[in-house]
């Protein structure tokens, strides 16, 4: 597996799986009927690095992108996101593209990583405290989860 | 003191303690520098409801909005912003428009609100405590204060 900066052209080979997880509505605080063109607005907008993950084939199995997560006096924390293609997890990509993310944003003079909105039932959530990030606290009921009725929204940091 | 939504005629009226309240870069996490067009987009986006105090002059004082925080399974928590002329803290603006924002939020079926970014010396967090709203958890040294050197950013929630 190789992680690179994603172009233009990655798009067409992220929606599948972006689709299938942002309509699960099980991970992510977006619209689970969010268009494909609103979705790649999203996901790769301005301001935003974009990675992909590719496999050995060349195939993409994963993304993820890393911005500033205000602006202004807070622009040195970063925040982050990250997919992995459903059918291809248990397989080391989200932790490869998260150290990749760590360190591209250490090595881009963030002081800080912050997810904002880390659904509390997520397993992404062990992998997250496994890489250092700990749980400042906890949005209570904010997140209709389909199968586990209302659950929090972690807020989740880790200093780089 | 009166509270109305805003339209679009008002923006001028809003963007003189707007851009006071931003370039001080000791309360909001935006860019100092954000264009008057920027700004506008930021505070009046599509999907936003926003509203001005008015004194008895028909000067606006203070403007606020409200919005979901996040979207699709999310996206009944609201967020709101607010902002109050300067020269004009001290005579309850900022609390009539947080009574009212959070009444309207009620009203639209929102369940909570939620700050993502309440600088820990921001005076009005005492108002919001005052309010019901309790600090969820504190992102550390996540925002840098021109006096106070880096502060925290906390996220504050209250039931509706």
Do not use: C
């Not at 909105?117 to 989860?145: C, D, Q, R």
């Amino acid at each position: 597996m190789s992680i690179r900066e994603a172009v233009a052209d990655d798009w067409p080979r992220i929606w599948p799986f972006w689709h299938r997880i942002v309509a699960a509505a099980d991970t992510y605080a977006w619209d689970p009927d969010t268009s494909e063109e609103d979705a790649r607005a999203l996901w790769m907008a301005p301001g935003k690095q974009v990675f992909v993950a590719e496999d050995s084939s060349g195939v993409v199995v994963g993304s993820a992108y890393v911005t500033p997560n205000y602006g202004g006096p807070a622009a040195d924390v970063a925040n982050a996101g990250f997919m992995v293609d459903p059918d291809r997890t248990g397989q080391g990509i989200g932790r490869a593209l998260a150290e990749h993310i760590l360190r591209t944003a250490k090595d881009d003079g963030y002081r800080a990583m912050v997810f904002n909105a880390v659904v509390e039932t997520n397993p992404a959530v062990k992998l997250w405290m496994s890489l250092g990030f700990e749980i400042v606290g906890t949005v209570p009921y904010a997140y209709a989860h389909p199968t586990q009725g209302r659950v929090g929204l972690h807020i989740m940091h880790r200093a780089l």
